[in-house]
């Protein structure tokens, strides 16, 4: 009886040390495997497309250094074993329904997205709080500017989840934050103005946005401040005010339709959300020396008849603003033309991307100079054969005369363009008979594209060639060309 115990005591032992070491079947371990997790992320202020993610975890920058918002504000990623816990910072793009710049920034504090019970993210001006305070001073901010939130912000998406006022009080507090750090606050100093204020004032309240409380964050805001930042500060508590009383003039008006869609459907009231914000916009954006109206009003059954001898207008652009000003505005473009040659010939295309185009403006509302700066990249792709294709990088500062910029300038001063322009042009001029559509894509970064004008945004990239997309504001001229 002893040996037999001992036996089955001895073996017990065994299998348990076997175990622990993984079995013993080849000293492999028995732990799971990693299984990367896919995150969906939404960048919101209204949806803001095009603008740039990045990641508090270096390694997770490593592993997706050009990470951006899709046109309707989404992005994703997958987690990896040193990427599991991030934060996020999200700048840039453009507010898909204001169409202004977004000049602002979208917190979010860090997750271990690989243990979270969900697989969404939403970055939105409460978040960005969040990422501010200490949890219990989060939540006592969040219940007293009158957000009364079940769920985590992190995964709130007020324009798909919130109320109308909801929306409209998170689009007015991402105001508040970039109009506070505009004047020259830090982050913390702006959310110290809103978390101060809001011990006495809510800003959401059952009938829209509180202007009394904006008053209130910006006056809290200038009492420890600069005379500098002072001025400043009353410049654009003016902005945002205005701003106020434009959104809650809209709720009254919304009915049962969600905020985002009436102002989308109201170009009108958008273009005074956006002089009040912006000190200028392009009223004017001329393509192919067409009015934008004419653009516009062009289709593929009713186009517009341009001469051989003018093709090199046609992929063309001339901004003009609203009102005079001395300041330079940082754009990217993009172009893409198709050609059919003949009733019923092949299409040809040609598709170039510059990264930043200085437009300046000298006092005026034309433009004065235009400069593609060192460093930015141009890259052209092209069915035609035989035509070369790809990116390369400004060397140097490279200014163009004149009010506009078009491919044909961009040939004219970079040879490695010249072959594939002048290819494209020589099959369009050797035909008597040519359809061409051309799109123009335009991303500004401090002034926007007037909403009066009627333009949509739309999503430029030329494919494989994931650092050339953004989200711009885009038409399309359609053309006869004899």
């Known amino acids: 009886m002893f040996n037999q115990t001992f036996k089955l005591t001895t073996l017990a032992i065994a299998t348990s040390l076997l175990a622990a070491c993984g079995g013993g079947g080849g000293g492999g371990s028995s732990e799971a495997p990693f299984a990367p997790k896919t995150i969906s992320g ?22 997706y250094p050009d990470l951006k918002t899709d046109e309707n504000g989404k992005f994703t990623f997958n987690t990896t074993e040193n990427c599991q816990e991030t934060g996020f910072i999200i700048t840039g793009g453009i507010d898909t329904v204001t169409q202004l710049p977004f000049a602002g920034e979208l917190k979010v504090k860090p997750i271990n997205y690989q243990a979270s019970s969900t697989n969404e993210i939403v970055a939105t001006p409460l978040t960005t709080l969040q990422a501010e305070l200490p949890a219990a001073e989060f939540q006592d901010v969040l219940s007293k500017l009158g957000f009364s939130l079940n769920e985590d912000v992190t995964t709130f998406d007020p324009i798909a989840e919130g109320s109308n006022n909801q929306q409209a009080a998170v689009f007015v507090l991402q105001q508040i934050l970039t109009q506070l750090e505009d004047s020259g606050l830090t982050m913390a100093q702006a959310v110290k103005a809103i978390q101060t204020a809001a011990a006495t004032t809510p800003l959401l309240t059952n009938f829209g946005v509180n202007t009394t409380a904006v008053t209130l964050i910006f006056n809290t805001a200038a009492q420890s401040a600069s005379d500098e930042v002072k ?17 809650n003039t809209a709720l009254t008006s919304t009915g049962n339709t969600k905020l985002e869609d009436y102002l989308t459907n109201n170009p009108g009231v958008i273009a005074d959300i956006q002089d009040e914000i912006a000190s200028a916009s392009y009223s004017g954006l001329n393509v192919a020396n067409k009015n934008i109206q004419e653009i516009i009003n062009s289709q593929n059954d009713a186009r517009l008849s341009v001469d051989k001898n003018a093709i090199d207008s046609l992929a063309q652009v001339k ?23 003949g009733q019923n010939g092949q299409p040809e295309t040609l598709t170039a991307y510059i990264s930043q185009v200085n437009v300046s403006f000298d006092n005026n509302i034309a433009t004065s100079k235009i400069t593609i700066p060192a460093g930015a990249v141009i890259e052209i792709e092209t069915t035609l054969a035989n035509a070369p294709k790809g990116s390369f990088e400004v060397a140097q500062n490279t200014e163009f005369t004149g009010d506009s910029i078009s491919l044909s300038d961009l040939a004219n001063k970079f040879t490695v363009l010249r072959q594939p322009y002048t290819n494209y042009k020589n099959l369009i001029t050797s035909s008597n008979f040519v359809n061409a559509d051309v799109s123009v894509f335009v991303a500004p970064t401090v002034y926007p594209i007037s909403a009066a004008l009627g333009l949509n945004l739309g999503s430029f990239a030329i494919p494989n060639k994931p650092a050339t997309a953004f989200s711009g504001v885009t038409t399309t001229g359609y053309f006869t060309i004899q």
Not at 235 to 242: L, T, W, Y
Request: hydrophobic letters at 45%; a negative charge.
């Open 42 to 63: 939404t960048a919101v202020d209204f949806y803001v497309a095009g603008a740039d993610v990045d990641f508090t975890n270096p390694a997770c920058q490593e592993a």
């Open 231 to 247: 001025t400043a500060l009353q410049e654009n508590q003016a902005k945002a005010e205005a701003v106020t009383d434009i959104i």
């Open 319 to 341: 901004f003009i603003l609203n009102k005079a000003t001395t300041d330079t505005d940082s754009i990217k473009l993009g172009f893409q033309a198709t050609a059919a040659i």
